[in-house]
């Protein structure tokens, strides 16, 4: 029997205990990261969450003992070699309009940091990454989410594939959309996060360059002291039930695939990401 699935099975028991009224006690820090937030029962796409299932799930963590701080802290944290146990951060990808609508009144309400991944050339715009998923949030509407506490970081400006797109590309990429957030937002933007979960050394190279200080990927798993700050990995949110979600935050970072790869993408320019995450 392998050490991953031996460690799976200890997560499984944990999560048995949790959902039993016992405490989350295992080690390293979870990211719980969103994107399309809604009200539509009809939509049933990958990652749609509703506002109310978003509360449920953010409320069971803080029951468990998880206690959420601002992405900004946590990854501060992480370069500095600290103790992560016991936390979490909340993040939405893409920055659609149902963080602005949606998420942003429950976040407030429950006193929880959160951080929005924002796509900087296309605000206001429907996304061409995602058909069929709600519109960017606007300028304005990315300033309101600002005013009410939340951060913005960086997920390039249009959402590029970056190991698809020339060097020159990628700095324009990665560098534009930190000028344009900062220039939007009057704050400080160091984070990013690769849309699509894509990236290569080259693209790592890159964002190291345009001055971020973390970047997360697509990968589903625990962060732990000792990682590598630009390939941290998050914990993917969907529908998932009360005993699901008390699983995967019960699993050790043992548990979950190797998420400290070099690239995040196919030899053959397809797309090679660990989900893991249902």
Same mark, same amino acid.
């Given at each position: 029997?392998?050490?991953?699935?031996?460690?799976?099975? %200890?997560? $499984?028991?944990?999560?048995?205990?949790?959902?039993?009224?016992?405490?989350?006690? &295992?080690?390293?820090?979870?990211?719980?990261?969103? !994107?399309?937030?809604?009200?539509?029962?009809?939509?049933?796409?990958?990652?749609?969450?509703?506002?109310?299932?978003?509360?449920? =799930?953010?409320?069971?963590?803080?029951?468990? +003992?998880?206690?959420?701080?601002?992405?900004?802290?946590?990854?501060?944290?992480?370069?500095?070699?600290?103790?992560?146990? +016991?936390?979490?951060?909340?993040?939405?990808?893409?920055?659609?309009?149902?963080?602005? !609508?949606?998420?942003?009144?429950?976040?407030?309400?429950?006193?929880?940091?959160?951080?929005?991944?924002?796509?900087?050339?296309?605000?206001?715009?429907?996304?061409?990454?995602?058909?069929?998923?709600?519109?960017?949030?606007?300028?304005?509407?990315? =300033?309101?989410? &600002?005013? $009410?506490?939340?951060?913005?970081?960086? !997920?390039?400006?249009?959402? %590029?594939?970056?190991?698809?797109?020339?060097?020159? %590309?990628?700095?324009?990429?990665?560098?534009?959309?930190?000028?344009?957030?900062?220039?939007?937002? =009057?704050?400080?933007?160091?984070?990013? $996060?690769?849309?699509?979960? !894509?990236?290569?050394?080259?693209?790592?190279?890159?964002?190291?360059?345009?001055?971020?200080?973390?970047?997360?990927?697509?990968?589903? +798993?625990?962060?732990?002291?000792?990682?590598?700050?630009?390939?941290?990995?998050?914990?993917?949110?969907?529908?998932?039930?009360?005993?699901?979600l008390a699983y995967h935050l019960s699993r050790s970072a043992a548990s979950w695939p190797d998420h400290q790869l070099p690239h995040?993408?196919?030899?053959?320019?397809?797309?090679?990401? =660990?989900?893991?995450?249902?």
């Open positions: 029997m392998s050490a991953n699935l031996l460690a799976r099975m %200890a997560g $499984a028991a944990r999560s048995l205990r949790l959902t039993a009224g016992g405490e989350c006690r &295992v080690p390293g820090a979870v990211v719980f990261a969103y !994107h399309d937030i809604g009200s539509d029962p009809a939509n049933r796409t990958d990652y749609y969450v509703s506002a109310d299932t978003m509360r449920r =799930q953010l409320t069971s963590a803080a029951e468990w +003992g998880i206690r959420f701080i601002d992405l900004a802290e946590l990854s501060r944290m992480v370069i500095a070699g600290e103790c992560l146990d +016991g936390l979490a951060a909340v993040v939405f990808d893409d920055s659609l309009v149902g963080v602005h !609508h949606d998420a942003m009144p429950v976040l407030v309400d429950l006193g929880i940091p959160a951080t929005v991944f924002t796509v900087s050339a296309a605000l206001g715009q429907a996304p061409p990454w995602w058909p069929g998923a709600a519109r960017v949030m606007t300028r304005g509407e990315v =300033q309101e989410v &600002v005013a $009410a506490g939340i951060r913005v970081a960086s !997920h390039t400006r249009t959402h %590029a594939s970056l190991p698809n797109i020339t060097r020159d %590309a990628i700095t324009s990429e990665v560098t534009g959309a930190r000028s344009e957030l900062e220039d939007l937002t =009057q704050s400080r933007v160091d984070l990013f $996060a690769y849309p699509f979960g !894509h990236y290569d050394p080259r693209v790592v190279d890159e964002v190291k360059e345009a001055g971020y200080i973390c970047a997360y990927t697509f990968l589903n +798993g625990r962060i732990t002291p000792g990682l590598d700050e630009f390939r941290l990995p998050r914990l993917n949110m969907w529908n998932q039930s009360r005993t699901r995040a993408y196919g030899d053959r320019g397809e797309p090679n990401l =660990q989900r893991d995450g249902r």
